[in-house]
């Protein structure tokens, strides 16, 4: 875990302010503010990521664009803007990670079949070993499937997929260790 980085993937306002809000956020919350304090605590990076669009709720520096203010963030903290659903694409988050000699992610955020399984599945292929928070994303209820339903299946599909030369692993937040 030493060479560990924490993703914490689009936590942004106007993403969060429609009615109903995404599956459990005020629990979500939480859970990434107990994580990121403890890779803090263990000197384990900490990184933003902000979804970006030209128009709408997410343009860049407007209020839905800012990360939800129950979100604990830190000075040392770092950001990274992105304009797809992958957070490596056309952004400066491997040069980061890359520096920092990081081999593995903890990630965790918003919206589970989008954000974090592109992001998910582009890491694993990239050759990082992946702890998936499995209680530690979220998404909106749809009108095919329930969000409880999808975050369950990406759990079980991200963590069985065998084909990169990394781990992908579902871990509940509770048994996530920063100082092994």
């Known amino acids: 875990m030493k060479n560990s980085a924490v993703l914490v993937i689009d936590m942004q306002r106007g993403l969060f302010g429609e009615v109903p809000k995404p599956y459990e956020t005020d629990n979500l919350v939480q859970v990434i503010n107990n994580i990121t304090?403890?890779?803090r605590k263990s000197k384990i990076p900490v990184i933003f990521i902000h979804q970006e669009q030209n128009q709408g709720t997410l343009v860049y520096k407007s209020e839905g664009w800012n990360l939800l203010p129950e979100l604990y963030v830190v000075n040392g903290d770092y950001k990274v803007q992105k304009t797809t659903p992958d957070s490596f694409f056309n952004t400066k988050l491997e040069g980061i990670?890359?520096?920092?000699?990081i081999d593995s992610l903890i990630i965790c955020g918003y919206a589970t079949e989008f954000c974090i399984d592109t992001t998910t599945r582009r890491a694993a292929a990239l050759g990082y070993n992946i702890q998936l928070v499995s209680n530690g994303h979220t998404t909106h209820d749809k009108e095919h499937l329930s969000a409880e339903d999808i975050i369950m299946h990406h759990?079980?599909?991200l963590s069985n997929i065998s084909s990169f030369n990394s781990v992908i692993k579902a871990v509940h937040s509770d048994d996530i260790d920063f100082l092994e």
């Open 155 to 157: 759990n079980y599909t």
């Open 97 to 101: 990670l890359k520096a920092l000699n």
């Open 37 to 39: 304090k403890k890779a």
